[in-house]
């Protein structure tokens, strides 16, 4: 074998190992466990005015801006679906979940969740600005 040859040998060597390398890392997290929270979005009050025996109930928000806040940090967001839901994965740890209300008044709702292995499931009302 001449010295060219083992040279190329090497090359295609090395090449076939980090393509090994790279496929074997990228089937595993980075980032570690994640775990998943689902969540409504609602918004309320949604009658102009509450009358007793007369029910009321907050209605879903479709389309809301949904964020996973790691203090200032994003961490993971999305958008309602038509009934108010949404899901998020996140790594593990500690968050506030934020939901913006869409349309003509501002308004957002927050809650604290912790991943971990157990599922999270959180309700979200924002203000309608009905008065």
């Known amino acids: 074998m001449s010295v060219s040859e083992v040279k190329g040998f090497v090359w295609a060597l090395l090449a076939a190992l980090l393509w090994l390398c790279g496929c074997a890392s990228s089937s595993r997290p980075v980032?570690?466990?994640?775990?998943?929270?689902?969540?409504?979005?609602?918004?309320?009050?949604?009658?102009?005015?509450?009358?007793?025996?007369?029910?009321?109930?907050?209605?879903?928000?479709?389309?809301?801006?949904?964020?996973?806040?790691?203090?200032?940090?994003?961490?993971?967001?999305?958008?309602?679906?038509?009934?108010?839901?949404?899901h998020l994965r996140l790594p593990d740890g500690?968050?506030?979940?934020?939901?913006?209300?869409?349309?003509?008044?501002?308004?957002?709702a927050t809650g604290p969740v912790v991943i971990s292995d157990t599922p999270v499931h959180i309700t979200l009302v924002v203000d309608s600005g009905i008065r």
Do not use: K, M, W
């Open 31 to 86: 980032t570690g466990h994640s775990g998943v929270v689902t969540g409504l979005v609602l918004t309320a009050p949604v009658c102009p005015v509450e009358r007793i025996g007369q029910e009321c109930p907050p209605r879903p928000v479709s389309g809301a801006a949904v964020v996973a806040l790691d203090g200032d940090a994003v961490r993971g967001s999305t958008l309602t679906d038509s009934t108010g839901a949404f």
């Open 94 to 108: 500690r968050y506030v979940i934020r939901a913006s209300n869409v349309g003509g008044y501002a308004s957002t």
